[in-house]
């Protein structure tokens, strides 16, 4: 009898991308596919951040039941917690299965009949991976959940509060996908910083013991709140295996903004800190919420003046969308019309491409680059300051690590030729 198919649908963040990795490592009776309209089940690894995000998924389900009206569609992810329940009813899905139990997928895609296997929010994942399907740098998960609880955020109540996962746990999954040939580890969860307040130890200690272990060239970190960057962690900014790059989210730059978020941040302490990390040569990114409601054009002007003052290369803009269950979505405030958030959105992502620009045009030396993919003699890979860089070579280049002595700066990424 020959066994079933299952393709992955992943969406969302880089946690998701972990919990895909784990899902497809707990398969024992089924293979992976790489084509969604050959598989028999399809597990679709769901984000609900925004409504958007929700409306996303739930387009994705409808037209894949056009396409292979056979498959059993299976939802995980943040969206099961969610929209699960209301999916499973319409019989847009076979069945749905909550963060807690994917170590159980081999199981659970055995169910004839339809499912609804939500579990808890407390679990903590065992399993270790030993290889990531088709990359060249591992995401590791090193916690779960959030203790944050920002105005406009639906995560907490679908991932649960902050728990780290067991020390000896990462650094064994670590080891092993270095003796796999992995160089570059990117530390990721719902909120990395948070790392090790509950088991007496901290993001910087885990940070040391990870750098031990042979094999491991550079160490990315996921999104960090301001607060979360204390004396400790700027102990090791000089290391190394460092990557010269650290995303903070900041969210808002006006303080009347952040109150409005329920944010821990303002902004006299953000500059301090990001001023500090710029002359310590790091590159900075950030999230930005453009349109939240209450923004009115001084809040913007504000915003604008602050984001022009800081020493920011990257950007992860988002436009407001109301999610249902969050304090944002029933405030009592002004909204900002589409048409406006569209323009502000546009001003600001132009603006840190202008940084962006200036930032790689003074540091065109000297870029240690993992190389990730590429064909016809064109490559691209990230160099320490989490910059692309296309490379021509004649060479395969592919999943090697290359130290280039000078690139060009191109508007919206480097350049480089290599040649041994």
Known sequence: MSREKVYFKTFGCRT???????????LEDFDLCTEETEADVVVVNSCTVTNGADATVRGYINA????????????????????????????????????????RINEILHRPEGF????????????????????????IKIQEGCDFRCSYCIIPFVRGNARSHEENQILEQVRRLAANGFGEFILTGTNVGSYGRDRGSSMAQLLKRLSMIRGVRRIRIGSLEPIQIDAEFKELLGEPWMARHLHIALQHTSDRMLEL??????????????????????????????????????????????????????????????????????????????DIAKARHRELTETIRGKNL????????????LVENGSEGIYQGFDQYYNKVKIESDEDLANTWLLLNEVEAGQKENHARFSL
């Open 358 to 369: 200036r930032f790689r045009r003074a540091h065109t030396r000297d870029l240690t680059v």
């Open 261 to 338: 978020m329920n944010r821990r941040n303002r902004y006299p302490e953000d500059r301090k800190l990001f001023e500090e990390l710029a002359e310590r040569g790091y590159a900075l990114g950030t999230d930005f919420i453009v349109g939240h409601p209450g923004e009115g054009e001084a809040e913007w002007s504000e915003a604008m003046d602050r984001i022009r003052e800081l020493p920011l290369t990257h950007i992860h803009a988002f436009t407001y969308s109301p999610r249902e269950g969050t304090a944002s979505a029933g405030m009592d405030l002004s909204r900002v019309r589409g």
């Open 116 to 139: 609804y296997e939500i579990g808890d929010l407390e679990h903590v994942d065992s399993t270790v991976v030993s290889e990531f399907v088709g990359k060249s740098r591992a995401f």
């Open 16 to 26: 998701n991308q972990f919990d895909t990795q784990v899902m497809m490592s707990r």
């Open 64 to 103: 894949l039941k056009r396409r292979n009206p056979k498959a059993r569609v299976v939802l995980a992810g943040c969206g099961a917690h969610s929209k699960g329940e209301e999916l499973l009813a319409q019989g847009r899905v076979h069945g749905v299965m909550g963060h807690s139990e994917k170590e």
